[in-house]
């Protein structure tokens, strides 16, 4: 499984790139201005899109850690390492173009917006992950403590997101027209980035997986044939 | 030996190293009384407006203080290369991490005794009306705070940087039970009825998290 | 306006760059065990 992965990445290069110009396209051609907030509302095409991915890179992660922990094949954990590692950067992408669109339309760079805010909390998820990749001591404990994580870091999003709604709901903040029902043209060209991203997103995996598993490789022949 | 017996070994054995050195508690306790006191002096006294934070301030300050507890969970063990003795547990690790995770929990009970009294003196919180809400949201917030700072606390114990990722691991996870802990306090203290829905969600996140430490715990102590 | 081409801009070179990364370095793996192991081949077993 983990070949056709690697081997998908060729395939899903050009058609991201193709998927790109064409939700650009739309984004300045086809998608209209909206009343309220002008061109800036425009954000809208390239912040949601991002939030697939992200979460996607999430359930990467944690299956990948379940798989790990179930078969002990180092495949599982590279599809968790590689879904962290892209993960966090469309994470992170959702988190600072979030502001860029707050800040013009409200005034203000935050908004405890409910996603926003749970957005925000799997980063430091995300990135407690990939400081426990980077600190335990060890390969093999690193691995099985983050699939661990994973897993505890995922029942826990439920439970954060009821938090977050708990502090947070409760501020007159206007909620994020994303989900109000965009009219034609505006959903197609929402759609089209979402599937421009989530093309990259399966592209930027697939090459990490292969450098994950380029490495091990190497390891072994270093273990192998030491001074090659 | 039975699992339920490893479990009161274990949590006996940390009970008994507790009490004798001291050091753990009497550190989390001068910890916690720096705090309250720190923030009893800087707050502006009195206006309605500083009374809402305290709630959770006070909830702040028992997190803090208990990552300080929590990161030399496993430090005897660690030191004296004990930890292969707890895998060699003749039962489901799931045990040692009960005992271990019920010694915790001991722990914080105590410290948030002390930190309710010092809140008393301190703050002027006054506790008794609102006693039994208070006495649950206590040990409901201390459960879930044990469990979790148990689990991760074994996870970070041998990696780097362990102060560092420790709190890096924890605060994510354990965000509902403070969120949660916060508004029930602010809500007893006010006089105001507690939501059963929170009560629940507070006693879900204990259930599913002392369940799901109990199984992965055996993963963890590999290592 | 510039909001708009700020985010934009951030989104679309910060997935270039990253992507030139991960090709950078899958270049460089691939090129030391190319060596080792005895002739080139696009996938293992």
Redesign the interface.
């Known amino acids: 499984m983990e070949e056709r992965i690697i081997r998908s990445a060729r395939v899903l290069a050009p058609l991201s790139v193709v998927a790109v110009l064409v939700w650009l396209g739309m984004v300045v051609f086809v998608a209209p201005p909206e009343r309220v907030q002008g061109v800036v509302q425009k954000i809208l095409y390239v912040h949601v899109p991002c939030v697939l991915p992200a979460y996607l890179g999430f359930i990467l992660t944690a299956l990948g850690g379940l798989g790990f922990l179930l078969t002990r094949r180092e495949q599982w954990d590279r599809l968790a390492h590689s879904g962290a590692e892209v993960g966090v950067v469309f994470c992170s992408l959702i988190l600072l173009t979030g502001p860029i669109w707050a800040k013009p339309v409200w005034g203000h760079w935050w908004v405890w917006d409910l996603r926003l805010t749970s957005t925000l909390v799997l980063w430091f998820m995300y990135v407690a992950y990939l400081f426990l990749r980077a600190f335990v001591i060890g390969s093999d404990p690193a691995r099985t403590l983050a699939s661990v994580y994973g897993i505890v870091g995922t029942a826990a999003i439920p439970f954060v997101y009821y938090a977050v709604d708990l502090a947070r709901g409760s501020t007159l903040h206007p909620s994020n027209p994303a989900r109000e029902g965009l009219p034609g043209s505006m959903a197609a060209t929402w759609i089209a980035g979402t599937l421009a991203l989530l093309l990259v997103f399966a592209y930027l995996v697939a090459r990490r997986l292969e450098i994950a598993r380029l490495e091990a490789e190497a390891l072994e022949h270093a273990v192998r044939e030491p001074g090659i | 030996m039975s699992g339920p017996r490893v479990a009161a070994a274990v949590l006996a054995k940390d009970l008994l190293l507790d009490l004798r050195s001291k050091d753990r508690l009497g550190h989390m306790a001068v910890f916690a009384a720096l705090v309250v006191v720190l923030l009893s002096i800087s707050l502006p006294s009195g206006t309605p407006a500083t009374r809402v934070w305290i709630p959770t301030l006070i909830w702040v300050v028992f997190l803090f203080t208990s990552l300080l507890g929590l990161g030399r969970s496993f430090q005897a063990e660690s030191e004296h290369g004990a930890i292969a003795l707890l895998v060699q547990a003749p039962c489901d690790r799931g045990w040692v991490f009960l005992g271990k995770a019920g010694a915790n929990l001991l722990a914080l009970l105590g410290v948030e005794v002390w930190t309710a009294i010092l809140c008393t003196v301190f703050l002027d919180i006054v506790w008794a009306p609102a006693l039994p809400e208070i006495l649950g949201i206590g040990l409901l917030g201390a459960v879930g705070l044990a469990a979790v700072g148990t689990l991760l606390s074994a996870m970070a114990s041998s990696a780097r940087f362990r102060e560092f990722l420790l709190p890096v691991l924890l605060f994510p996870l354990v965000l509902p039970v403070l969120v949660l802990a916060s508004r029930m306090t602010a809500a007893a203290l006010g006089g105001d009825a507690i939501p059963v829905g929170w009560w629940g969600w507070l006693a879900l996140y204990d259930w599913v998290f002392v369940l799901i430490s109990y199984f992965v715990f055996e993963y963890v102590l590999e290592d | 306006?510039s909001?708009?081409l700020?985010?934009?801009t951030?989104?679309?070179v910060?997935?270039a760059l990253?992507?030139l990364s991960?090709?950078q370095?899958?270049r460089q793996?691939?090129e030391?065990?190319g060596?080792?192991?005895h002739g080139p081949r696009e996938?293992?077993g």
């Open positions: 306006m909001y708009v700020a985010a934009y951030l989104v679309l910060t997935l990253y992507a991960l090709e370095r899958r793996l691939r030391r065990l060596g080792a192991r996938f293992r």
